[in-house]
T-cell receptor, first 114, second 111 residues
Framework: DAGVTQSPTHLIKTRGQHVTLRCSPI?????VSWYQQVLGQGPQFIFQ???????GRGNFPDRFSARQFPNYSSELNVNALLLGDSALYLC?????????????FGPGTRLTVL | EDQVTQSPEALRLQEGESSSLNCSYT??????LFWYRQDPGKGPEFLFT???AGEEKEKERLKATLTKKESFLHITAPKPEDSATYLC????????????FGTGTQLKVEL
């Protein structure tokens, strides 16, 4: 079975531009979460979506937005990019069931803002 | 606010030299504690979930344990391929799927 997939693998943007990152969850998983990982740090929670609804939001500015589609894939959008947005963006999928809240991560998208 | 502190920040072991990684946490009602392995430039790879104090889980050379304040990841007779960053995360009751991560322990196992 395919794991979580993310695209693109790498992305270079300049300050002020916007970016769209994409994620496809494991087949059968209905929940997708997005994380930002700056070099040398642990991942930080940005959003969770479940059944196309936002279920959680981390401490990130409104420049960050996301959505989930009927097939449970998801997009993360970042507007007005700043140098500090350079990071590895991770998507995690899970199948929330009673007693099972394990999250499985994709390979990430490396975003560089110049 | 949920917090996770991992120690040491970095650890260098000789092949076969067993050791333990520590994860201390504060959380408003623990729903689960997670261990992940992360190789450079890649996404975290799921290892274990622990749900209650006293629980233990094992996988090959790794064993995770949990108390009310901390978790340990014991590595027995490590091999060079165990070299990676090990991340600990907590999930709070009522917090949805949000994971709060520590900064990780960077493990290097040498021949």
């Amino acid at each position: 079975d395919a794991g979580v997939t993310q695209s693109p693998t790498h992305l270079i943007k300049t300050r002020g531009q916007h970016v769209t990152l994409r994620c496809s969850p494991i087949s059968g998983h209905k929940s997708v979460s997005w994380y930002q990982q700056v070099l040398g740090q642990g991942p930080q929670f940005i959003f969770q979506y479940y059944e196309k609804e936002e279920r959680g939001r981390g401490n990130f500015p409104d420049r960050f937005s996301a959505r989930q589609f009927p097939n449970y894939s998801s997009e993360l959008n970042v507007n007005a990019l700043l140098l500090g947005d350079s990071a590895l963006y991770l998507c995690a999928s899970s199948s929330p069931r009673e007693g099972n809240n394990e999250q499985f991560f994709g390979p990430g998208t490396r975003l560089t803002v110049l | 606010e949920d917090q996770v502190t991992q120690s040491p920040e970095a650890l260098r072991l000789q092949e076969g030299e067993s050791s333990s990684l520590n994860c201390s946490y504060t959380v408003s009602g623990l729903r689960g504690l997670f261990w992940y392995r992360q190789d450079p430039g890649k996404g975290p790879e799921f290892l274990f979930t622990l749900y209650s104090a006293g629980e233990e889980k094992e996988k090959e050379r790794l064993k995770a344990t949990l108390t009310k304040k901390e978790s340990f990841l014991h590595i027995t007779a490590p091999k060079p391929e165990d070299s990676a960053t090990y991340l600990c995360a907590v999930q709070a009751a009522g917090g949805g799927n949000k994971l709060t991560f520590g900064t990780g322990t960077q493990l290097k196992v040498e021949l």
